[in-house]
């Protein structure tokens, strides 16, 4: 047997390890030009995944320290992976005649039957002949797997895994159905373990029907089916978020000659962005490498319950992109900045500061940029407390306390304004940098910032490229300014941040491929040559699909022709109206939420998209009045 192939069945914890001493013993007599290119022939990523598959074919995959049989197929995503496992069940039990009802889980992905006790001898029989057939695993919660685990379990699971054709992500028994037996005791059901809401139930109370959304947080609420539950069980805990959270992109296409034309005309006008940082203007913040079409590939599997995307772009669309969905929007710079700040603008904090004027956003909302992606499924309460704050996540990195300096990185020139503003106006002293994650975010808080801070928000919207004296609403000034005035709260997210150009990155890329362990992580690019430029590519165009080989409904079957201008992309797809955009994230069809104001319906407090370079409408700064 090769020795690459052996290495590649060496478990893990080991390769780990040796994976890691290689790198650093090796890459000390590499030259810093080569290391990365060195660090990824040491540590393969393909390597973690074999050769495709054929659709519907079973396959053995590794989950964790499991290996489980799983179906492989080349389109799916978590929420259709329970549904499946749900329906399955429920349709199986339908048909012996067996009574069941829907009660809610603490697992996130999971779900729950409830059937009588009594019936115990005529659901195990049923559930191991379910899961005789398409690699479908029953297994006792708690007590293992074999039959005798199971005949004495009080609750069981089953669940048919699905992969990828090459094996490399798998939805496994974590989005199984799990069987609940429950005891009728004097006109009461007694559950055999605690829910979230009750494991109590009277035998009389009535049966209802219930949609998805009310079992869980990890739900759209167009999400199809409904199940048979008891009436205590469709009370939404507190605990949970129950208002609409929407999601903005910022992107860029830097390859395209007609905005690079655009930015090398501006820097002409600009001389002053070659006396600061580098960073100002450098290419490596406007590449491209297809990020966005991973990040939203995650979004959409491990986020459900987003109900709009708004892209914001500089008249640009990517050529995958399916502009036609009604629950995707393409806004360009002009749209938020009207007629304030300066345009063509290759500052990102310039169009950050405009974010909240995009038409139709809800009052909650995450930012992300396109190099962020979230890792596994999520809930919305990681993100704001059910009361409407908005979490936040502070670094382990340190604001520079030294003075300002002209050369300062922008990020570093940022955090140290946003310092001084939340000095003079609280007299606290900003020490922490936030996390590279989803920034949870209120348009309310950041038009009261828009107000308050005027001066340094207009000469941020001012600024063509990064400026020293900038400030980074997004990223960090309001995190600080909602904490510090009642509407945030600091939150906790497990992350991974990673410089590209970094040599040690392709191990852990690796580790994140392997243990699936992250709530979110970002692949930065600071500053690179093109010699390194194309072997991040290269890192990039071998980790992303294996990390999210399911495509998103966002993604055309057939791209465009290469074009990156916006009027061709909604020529052959024409814009959704704007009230369209103010409804629930939902299939063509499905009914939309009320108009709230600011919509196209009753659009008293934002003013209308014809005019959208008009001044902020004071009431602006309140939230919606369906949100309280």
């Not at 992500?169 to 799990?178: H, K, Q, V």
């Not at 994650?437 to 309310?444: E, I, K, Q, V």
């Not at 998209?609 to 949100?627: C, K, M, Q, Y």
Request: net charge positive; charged share 20%.
């Amino acid at each position: 047997m090769p020795l690459r192939r052996i290495f590649q069945l060496t478990p893990w914890p080991v390769r780990r390890r040796v994976l890691a001493s290689a790198q650093h013993r090796l890459l000390r007599y590499v030259p810093a030009e080569r290391r990365l290119a060195v660090s990824r022939r040491v540590v393969p990523l393909g390597a973690t995944a074999r050769r495709p598959t054929a659709e519907a074919a079973i396959r053995k995959v590794r989950v964790g320290r499991r290996r489980l049989a799983a179906r492989a197929t080349a389109a799916t995503n978590p929420s259709a992976v329970r549904r499946a496992n749900l329906d399955r069940i429920v349709a199986a039990l339908d048909i012996a005649g067996i009574e069941w009802f829907r009660v809610p889980v603490e697992s996130l992905t999971g779900s729950a039957l409830a059937v009588p006790e009594r019936d115990r001898y005529r659901v195990l029989p049923l559930l191991e002949t379910l899961s005789a057939s398409d690699a479908g695993v029953l297994e006792a919660v708690g007590g293992g797997s074999g039959r005798r685990a199971r005949q004495k379990a009080a609750v069981l699971r089953l669940s048919w895994p699905v992969t990828d054709p090459r094996g490399s992500l798998t939805f496994g028994t974590e989005y199984g159905c799990e069987i609940e037996f429950w005891r009728d005791e004097n006109g009461t059901l007694s559950g055999p373990r605690s829910n979230p809401v009750s494991n109590l139930v009277a035998a009389d109370e009535p049966a209802v029907v219930a949609s998805e959304s009310v079992f869980g947080s990890f739900a759209a609420a167009s999400e199809p089916g409904t199940y048979r539950t008891r009436e205590v069980f469709t009370m939404v805990s507190p605990d949970r978020v129950a208002f609409p959270i929407d999601v903005v992109y910022t992107w860029v296409d830097g390859g395209d000659p007609d905005w690079r034309a655009r930015k090398a005309a501006a820097l002409r006008e600009n001389g002053w962005v070659s006396e600061v940082s580098g960073q100002a203007a450098n290419d490596s913040r406007f590449v491209s490498r297809d990020e966005l079409r991973y990040s939203l590939r995650a979004l959409h599997a491990f986020a459900p319950w987003v109900r709009h995307i708004f892209l914001v772009t500089d008249g640009q669309v990517p050529a995958w992109l399916d502009t036609g969905r009604p629950d995707l929007t393409v806004v360009t710079h002009r749209e938020i900045f009207g007629d304030t700040g300066r345009l063509p603008t290759f500052n990102s904090q310039a169009i950050e500061s405009r974010l909240h004027r995009i038409p139709g956003l809800a009052e909650h909302f995450l930012y992300l940029n396109d190099d962020v992606i979230l890792g596994r499924p999520v809930a919305p309460e990681m993100f704001f407390t059910p009361g409407g704050l908005t979490r936040f996540f502070p670094s382990t990195a340190l604001v520079d306390s030294a003075p300002r300096q002209p050369t300062d990185p922008p990020a570093n020139s940022a955090g140290k304004n946003n310092r001084r503003l939340i000095q003079q106006a609280f007299g606290r002293v900003l020490t922490r940098k936030m996390k590279h994650t989803p920034h949870p975010s209120r348009r309310s808080v950041l038009a009261e910032i828009e107000l308050r801070f005027a001066e340094h928000v207009t000469a941020t919207a001012g600024h063509q490229f990064r400026h020293p004296d900038d400030i980074a609403m997004l990223s960090s000034l309001q995190q600080y300014y909602a904490y510090l005035t009642g509407r945030a709260a600091p939150g906790d997210i497990k992350y991974m941040y990673t410089d590209l150009a970094d040599p040690v990155t392709p191990l852990r890329l690796a580790r994140a491929l392997h243990d699936r362990h992250l709530d979110a992580f970002c692949l930065n690019d600071t500053d690179s040559s093109p010699a390194a430029a194309a072997e991040q590519a290269a890192l990039l165009a071998e980790f992303l699909p294996l990390y999210l080989p399911f495509p998103s409904p966002y993604e055309l079957t057939a791209p465009r022709p290469a074009t990156t201008a916006l009027t061709a992309a909604l020529t052959a797809a024409p814009r959704p109206a704007l009230v369209a955009r103010q409804g629930s994230r939902s299939r063509p069809g499905s009914p939309a939420n009320p108009a709230r104001p600011g919509s196209a319906a009753n659009p008293g407090r934002q003013g209308s998209r014809a005019n959208p370079g008009g001044p902020v409408h004071p009431d602006i700064a309140l939230p919606d009045s369906s949100l309280t």
